[in-house]
């Protein structure tokens, strides 16, 4: 067996690129940029106001003016009035643009507006309520860079500048393989001595988040359709991701079947619980094998602590690691290295905190639903006290 940390190193050897490609900006939602977002014009693109209510020239209010004949009423959008007296004023709304004979926009609230005459209330200041061009960014200055999530934000963004279609990470193939004899569909009545699949749609709904919507198949537990069924999916997906038969059982196909087709192994088992048997491998025309064991929590402590971790690094996601404060003791004597399943909140400190919960093994997979994270005990301890800080792995967010 290899440690968690050999497994990490290994997987991360194998990082992928698998280009790029263009998608309409409302499609891009969740995908991965791939280029800089750069402003067409400056930000913003002339001088407008930030509220609603007359624009002057100050130097008229230097002199003492204080009211003012309003010339026009300018909406935002229109070609922007001029003045040429000093005791004029173009009464303008919000984000409307400013001619260069106004230099300063006063509220509706700080004034008193009778019979066409704005007359000031307040002492105001030279430049006031202007939002100028260019404050923002100027022409051809980066608005987003690659290489992050495409958020309804930067699609906000894209859509300012024009940029409708955007060049994203492309994303891999995946296909989800599930195997045994004893797992029924979920939409069938097992007997006493026969499961639901549940790993495939968990896999598969894990994936969603990442735009990679997965093909999903089923092989019963009998070497010659696992080698079959390999050899096409090798030849049509970059990524298999399967879970079941890779234990020590008679029926666990899946090393010898790979080992009859060419397949490398790069590991198999690790010193982990769950999830211990894990297998990866490499086909001859460089596609990826990740067969998780089958019990659904190893399934699940796997997919997120491996599987997702590569896929970002190959998708070139910032890593943004994250630990939380244990908040009661747990003894694990295995020579394993233990995730646990843990609630995470937030306590009055703004500390991130995780609180363990009693489960029965890896099979028991009832406590994902009210957990949130696996927190990584590290292979060196038997005992983990309350307020020690470790690494943790979120899900169900």
Known sequence: MISVQQAEEFLFFQIKNFGTEEVFYENALGRILAENIVADCDLPPFDRSTVDGIAINFNSYEKGTRSF?????????????SIHDEDQCIEI???AALDNSVNTVIRYEDLIIENGIATLNIVIKKQQNIHWKGKDKKAAEILVKANQVITPSILGIAASVGKT??????LPKVVIISTGDEMISAEDVPTPFQLRRSNGITIK???????????WLHWN???????????RCIDEYDILLMSGGVSMGKFDYLPKACEELGVEKLFHKIKQRPGKPFWF?????????FAFPGNPVSVFMCLHRYFIPWLERSLEIPETAQYAVLQNDIDFPSPLQYFAQVKLSVNQAGQLIAE????????????????????????EKTEFKKGEVYRIWKYNF
């Open 205 to 215: 709904s894990v994936l969603e988040k990442y735009k990679i919507h997965a093909d």
């Open 221 to 231: 537990d009998d070497l010659q359709l696992i080698k079959n069924g390999l050899s």
């Open 281 to 289: 491998g490499k086909s001859q025309n460089k596609k990826l094998i």
């Open 356 to 379: 363990s919960v009693n489960t029965n093994g890896s099979g028991d997979f009832s406590h994902l639903a009210e957990t949130n994270a696996f927190i990584e005990l590290p292979l």
């Open 69 to 81: 004949t309003i010339k026009a009423v300018q909406a935002a959008g229109e070609i922007p009035f």
């Open 93 to 95: 709304m919000t984000g």
């Open 165 to 170: 279609i955007l060049t994203v990470k492309k």
